[in-house]
């Protein structure tokens, strides 16, 4: 059959050339497409729901950023100093350098934007403490601080498409949204059989609208991916249906490389009842306003559980840790506000041992801390989530909570200046990228990355889109196959393939069970047997009907993406033979510093398959290694690497 | 865990007309109706049409009519209802629909693009801005919205008069100018616009928009109504009357 041929067989594929496709419409989406169009680039943005409803609306607590409005003692420094020690210095550290030292510029900008956060008594922004931050740092409007953030980088999406209409006559002609648009390929040239690696340039990419089952292909140079997580594979999660780890696999599959996938990070407090429910947030704020952890015997069991190297900076008494939240500078922090990895850990021995809520959770207990009407102005939807979802009134009684598969810290190995992955022009921001937040991020430091690396990704692409000479083509014969693989659901009906549901529901199962929370290594072999048997399912799942807003076709595909995505966490967890932040070995207990400067990489193999393979992390800068003192790094690194510190003289001035 | 079964009735159709469907369905204790219709996915209607999102009512993705009434689907639960009460679920009847519950919600991206949009005070570099908290939160409450579209759903003035949609903007959108008046630090006037272009004038306070808003947002009292005093104030001011006479209106 002739090219022409085949594509007058083809369905009909809509069209539209760009400069720049961010794909993902959160925080990182907005702000990278924002970016590119101040730098003036044809910008679309693609959105698998609604403009506006992002997975960002979720975050609760706040921004992260060193801008001193609480504390005058706050600064990058500190604030890099933590972001490393809650990512077990594992961290990329250049990410870490660039998202603290940028973080505060992109929070004030967000108020030239029209953002209303709360306000300090001299009328600056307000700063809340949060888990692993020295200081109170987190920008917040209430506990409802994502949906601030997503709805003004929103509406700054719509005063430049004001201002292009005042200039075009055309709303859309520099930054138009696709809303209800799932990307299922990345086009890229050179990808053939035996095209040479070097020749692989991002072309384009390939999809759908939801509500009418549409095709569409975009031919851009430069491609964003700003997707979020990969939650919806386990079984009990904050996330949204969206999370279905997209962008991770649509890059393994174009030929970037994923790292430390390994590391997901249960949230420690998520909703455990009505069943219905379990997984729904319960924001951190409500211990950084003072709310305790208590078990079936009343007691605040976190003090049992701080780590030697977190020993000098947590209270060890009730009395200590109260005095902190108004004596911060000459008390210890109270042990619930550890990092998420420890508190999630405690909660998970709680249980195990029996001290446990009826409902198979830990209570946490504001009520009896705060007057209801504080709770009621601090803490609005966690009052209203509970009043309305599960009858609780927490200015009254203590909520039931337990860990929630929250946030993957691994993501697509990128630049850590200007963001791109191993694929010239694919770029990658926010949760789907990886490396800023080592094996454990902390809270209130997501929102912060969005906005830094969104930013710099719409800066790098825009640069990367100028540097180029020719743009690359989007070959046929990859729409055509585009096309295929998107129908295969329908066609596989035919031959008898199962429900997607049901395939979904087992792979969320054998991700909850056997690479959850607690892992051990004859429990991961079998999940990677049960996802081999999964993955030659998913090949054959059939849906039924049509493609007209079809939820079961869309799980269809988005099933061969929570596959590879789970493939590589699986296989990560098993390699890595230790326990650091959000992997934790039954069979390897102890953080081992000859695994501090490995990553653990991986590639996509074929359609449901993956390689990975170890690779050294570039050793820190040494005028950022010498901003921590001797003895806190040797609970990290191995002897040879301290030889670069500044040993001898005492780091003082510091702060600390 | 106790367990029932439940009389569903779901709107199933398209543009072109459809019709309600019974489903028996069980429930369990602590459902929603969101999880109600998920089930329905799952079990007999693998291609029920629903959107939604973050199934705790932060998003406002999931919203339908209930019984008739406006709601969130994802707030809603099913312990509201009686064991042998029938639970009718159709679509948001002010928007076209596309599938199912699913409707074209696309007039509000329109109005929204309509609303100037904040303007920031000259001279005052990032990281400068001061506000007391006292202040911001006048249009901090309106920034609460979850955009779920339930006031203009229900809003008289859009709800089976399509021929009012180009002029109206709805209370959705009308609250967004509110809140922009209010901001402390915003330097425009939106005042003629809100009145002359966003149809504020259509508004006659009858406050259904606030009884179906799940973020409970006084919308009438604390936006429409200090809005058209607002207006009002500059309408009828006779020095502002003779300038906007003598000097035109530029820009907007």
């Not at chain 1, 949760?431 to 710099?456: P, Q």
């Not at chain 1, 690359?472 to 549901?501: H, I, K, Q």
Request: hydrophobic share 35%; with cysteine.
């Amino acid at each position: 059959m002739t090219d022409v041929a085949k594509h007058m067989k083809s369905e009909t594929v809509e069209q539209h050339e760009y400069d720049v496709v961010v794909i993902g419409a959160g925080g990182a989406g907005l702000r990278a497409a924002i970016e590119a169009r101040l730098q003036g680039k044809r910008t679309a943005i693609i959105s698998k729901s609604l403009f506006g409803k992002a997975h960002t609306v979720m975050a609760e607590g706040g921004c992260a950023a060193a801008m001193g409005n609480a504390n005058p003692n706050d600064s990058w420094q500190v604030h890099y100093r933590d972001t490393m020690r809650g990512g077990k210095f594992l961290n990329n550290w250049r990410m870490a350098e660039l998202h603290a030292k940028e973080a505060a510029e992109r929070v004030w900008e967000l108020e030239t934007y029209g953002a209303l956060f709360d306000r300090t008594k001299d009328g600056k922004i307000s700063q809340r403490n949060f888990g692993g931050h020295t200081y109170p740092r987190l920008a917040h409007v209430g506990d409802r601080t994502g949906l601030e953030i997503i709805r003004t980088l929103q509406q700054k999406i719509v005063s430049l498409q004001q201002e292009d209409f005042r200039a075009t006559g055309d709303y859309e002609s520099y930054l138009r949204v696709f809303q209800e648009c799932t990307i299922t390929e990345l086009f890229t040239t050179g990808s053939g059989p035996g095209a040479p690696e070097e020749q692989r340039r991002v072309a384009g990419c390939f999809g759908y609208f939801r509500d009418d089952g549409r095709f569409v292909r975009f031919d851009a140079p430069a491609i964003v991916l700003a997707t979020g997580g990969v939650g919806k594979s386990y079984q009990v999660t904050s996330n949204s249906w969206e999370y279905t780890g997209d962008g991770h696999a649509l890059a393994l599959r174009a030929g970037a490389t994923l790292i430390n996938m390994e590391f997901l990070q249960f949230h420690p407090t998520g909703m455990v009842w009505p069943p219905s429910v379990k997984g729904i947030l319960v924001t951190e704020s409500v211990r950084g306003d003072g709310g305790v952890l208590r078990n079936s015997d009343g007691k605040r069991f976190m003090f049992d559980y701080i780590p030697d190297v977190f020993r000098e900076q947590y209270a060890t008494s009730e009395d200590e840790a109260d005095r902190w939240y108004t004596d911060a500078d000459n008390n210890r922090r109270p042990p619930e506000l550890l990092p998420r990895d420890e508190v999630a850990r405690a909660i998970n021995s709680e249980v195990k041992a029996g001290r446990g809520s009826p409902h198979g959770g830990v209570f946490l207990d504001i009520a009896s801390r705060k007057s209801p009407e504080e709770i009621q102005k601090r803490l609005p939807s966690m009052y209203h989530q509970f009043k309305e979802l599960a009858d609780v009134d927490i200015t009254k009684e203590p909520m039931e909570v337990g860990p929630t598969c929250h946030y993957v810290m691994g993501g697509i190995e990128v630049d850590p200046d200007n963001g791109m992955s191993v694929v010239p022009g694919l770029f990658a921001a926010g949760e789907c990228s990886g490396g800023m937040h080592g094996s454990n991020r902390l809270g209130g430091n997501s929102l912060s990355d969005l906005l830094v690396f969104g930013r710099r990704c719409g800066l790098g692409a825009a640069q990367y889109v100028d540097g180029l000479r020719a743009r690359p083509a989007v070959a046929v014969d990859d729409v055509d196959a585009a096309v295929d693989r998107a129908m295969l659901p329908f066609s596989s009906a035919t031959d008898g393939g199962e429900n997607p549901f049901v395939v979904h529901l087992e792979l969320q199962k054998t991700m909850h069970e056997l690479v959850g929370i607690i892992r051990k290594a004859d429990e991961m072999e079998m999940a990677l047997k049960k996802l081999a048997d999964i993955a030659t399912r998913t090949r054959t799942v059939s849906v039924e009907g049509h493609r007209e807003f079809n939820p079961g076709w869309h799980l269809a595909l988005d099933l061969r993406n929570m596959l590879l995505v789970s493939l590589c966490v699986a296989r990560a967890a098993v390699e890595r033979q230790e326990s650091r932040g959000g992997h934790t070995r039954d069979d390897f207990p102890a953080m081992d510093a000859d695994w501090r400067h490995l990553l653990l990489v991986c590639s996509a193999l074929g359609e449901d398959d993956v390689e990975l393979v170890r690779r050294e992390q570039v050793p820190m800068r040494a005028d950022l290694f010498d901003l921590f003192e001797l003895d806190e790094l040797k609970k990290y690194y191995t002897g040879d690497e301290l030889g670069e510190h500044r040993a001898g003289s005492s780091g003082q001035g510091n702060g600390a | 865990m106790s367990s029932h079964w439940h009389h569903f009735r779901v709107w199933r159709g398209d543009a072109d007309g459809g019709e309600l469907v019974d489903y028996p369905v069980e429930v369990n204790e602590g459902e929603v109706v969101l999880d109600i219709i998920h089930r329905l996915q799952q079990t007999e209607a693998q291609d029920l049409a629903v959107r939604w999102n973050c199934k705790a009512g932060k998003c406002g993705s999931c919203s339908a009519e209930i019984n008739g009434r406006p709601r969130l689907m994802c707030m809603t639960r099913m312990s509201t209802f009686a064991d042998d009460e029938v639970v009718t679920v159709t679509p948001l009847r002010t928007f076209p629909v596309i599938r199912d519950l699913v409707t074209d919600v696309g007039f509000n991206y329109v109005k929204a693009r309509e609303v100037p949009s904040f303007e920031p005070p000259p001279g005052l570099a990032p990281g400068e801005y001061r506000m007391q908290q006292v202040d911001v939160e006048r249009s901090q409450e309106f920034r609460k919205c979850i955009e779920c579209y339930l006031c203009q759903n229900t809003c008289h003035v859009v709800r089976d008069h399509e021929e009012n949609k180009p002029a109206f903007a709805g209370p959705r959108y009308l609250m967004r100018v509110a809140e922009l008046e209010m901001h402390p630090l915003d330097v425009a006037d939106r005042r003629s616009d809100v009145q002359d272009d966003l149809g504020l004038g259509y508004c006659n306070i009858t406050k259904c928009c606030t009884e179906v808003c799940p973020e409970h947002i006084k919308i009438t009292d604390n936006a429409l109504i200090p809005m058209k005093e607002r207006v009002v104030d500059r309408r009828f001011d006779p020095l502002v009357w003779l300038g906007d006479k003598i000097f035109r209106r530029t820009g907007s």
